[in-house]
T-cell receptor, first 113, second 114 residues
Framework: QQQVKQSPQSLIVQKGGIPIINCAYENTAFDYFPWYQQFPGKGPALLIAIRPDVSEKKEGRFTISFNKSAKQFSLHIMDSQPGDSATYFCAAQNAGNNRKLIWGLGTSLAVNP | DAGVIQSPRHEVTEMGQEVTLRCKPISGHNSLFWYRQTMMRGLELLIYFNNNVPIDDSGMPEDRFSAKMPNASFSTLKIQPSEPRDSAVYFC????????????FGPGTRLTVL
């Protein structure tokens, strides 16, 4: 059972475009929603994270939008660059369930020059 | 800090052989996670430890897989006997409450079982 559904599976944009990656969850007990970025041959690394008490969080060119009622959250990359080409994973965590993250299946993003 | 250290980085073995993957978490981190990544199934949590104690091993595929954490600075994931379907990249990650919920991943071990 996939508790965190991520889409699209892959995405291609031109430099300067704004790719958007979406995730939906089912468990209303989730209270922490991170996005991880993974480059080929490397392990995932935390990019940005949000808690459900806010609807948006920005860090540089990366923004998370959070819709608690719809149980959805998304990652927006402003002014995307070829160096942003990577696989992006959303995840969710229930603070009452120790430190286990429930992961989406990932989105492979390619930013063309 | 050197980050999470995994060894070996690459492992090629034959079906039926025992495989041992090793992980050294970041010093001071008290949670350790073993993941498996494949194209078909994405990133799967196999097992995680808090303070060296296994908390959730529901992701361990079957009895051929076992994990240990004898002390705070070392963990192993063992596959015995290995099968071709075990071929994947295995990641170790660690975290600590003082670092929030962030998990720090190692570089991974690419396992190929022939």
């Amino acid at each position: 059972q996939q508790q965190v559904k991520q889409s699209p599976q892959s995405l291609i944009v031109q430099k300067g475009g704004i790719p958007i990656i979406n995730c939906a969850y089912e468990n209303t007990a989730f209270d922490y929603f991170p996005w991880y970025q993974q480059f080929p041959g490397k392990g995932p690394a935390l990019l940005i994270a949000i808690r459900p008490d806010v609807s948006e969080k920005k860090e540089g060119r990366f923004t998370i939008s959070f819709n608690k009622s719809a149980k959805q959250f998304s990652l927006h990359i402003m002014d995307s660059q070829p160096g942003d080409s990577a696989t992006y994973f959303c995840a969710a965590q229930n603070a009452g369930n120790n430190r286990k993250l429930i992961w989406g299946l990932g989105t492979s993003l390619a930013v063309n020059p | 800090d050197a980050g999470v250290i995994q060894s070996p980085r690459h492992e090629v073995t034959e079906m039926g052989q025992e495989v041992t993957l090793r992980c050294k978490p970041i010093s001071g981190h008290n949670s350790l996670f073993w993941y498996r990544q494949t194209m078909m199934r994405g990133l799967e949590l196999l097992i995680y430890f808090n303070n060296n104690v296994p908390i959730d091993d529901s992701g361990m595929p079957e009895d051929r897989f076992s994990a240990k954490m004898p002390n705070a600075s070392f963990s192993t994931l063992k596959i015995q006997p290995s099968e071709p379907r075990d071929s994947a990249v295995y990641f170790c990650a660690s975290s600590h409450r003082t670092s929030g919920n962030e998990q720090f991943f190692g570089p991974g071990t690419r396992l190929t079982v022939l």
